[in-house]
């Protein structure tokens, strides 16, 4: 057994099993995790790609000035509002 080093619940595996570089979700927190270690057995939290991807999409937008920007979040709110 090894704990989430997201969430420290115990996560019940077959440590033979398991080698360097494997994947798990902890089933508690839902956090993907990849074996870093087999002896003893350790593990990491993986990056979540997704997540970071939202963000770059955001900052890859050319608005001409900070007025455009906020029209921008304006028009989302009022969208989100109706």
């Known amino acids: 057994m090894v704990n989430c080093p997201m ?4 996560i019940d595996v077959d440590e033979e099993e398991l080698d360097e570089g494997d994947s798990l ?3 508690e927190c839902g956090a993907n995790l990849s074996v870093s270690g ?3 057995l350790e593990l ?4 979540d790609g997704d997540e970071n991807e939202e963000d ?3 900052e890859d937008e050319d608005f001409e000035d900070e ?3 906020e029209e ?3 028009d989302e709110e009022e ?3 109706k």
């Not at 969430?7 to 115990?10: F, L």
């Open 56 to 58: 770059e999409d955001f």
């Open 72 to 74: 921008e979040e304006e």
């Open 67 to 69: 007025d455009d920007l």
């Open 38 to 40: 087999v002896s003893p």
């Open 7 to 10: 969430c420290d619940a115990v």
């Open 25 to 27: 979700i902890c089933e």
């Open 44 to 47: 990491s939290a993986e990056d």
């Open 79 to 81: 969208d989100e509002w």
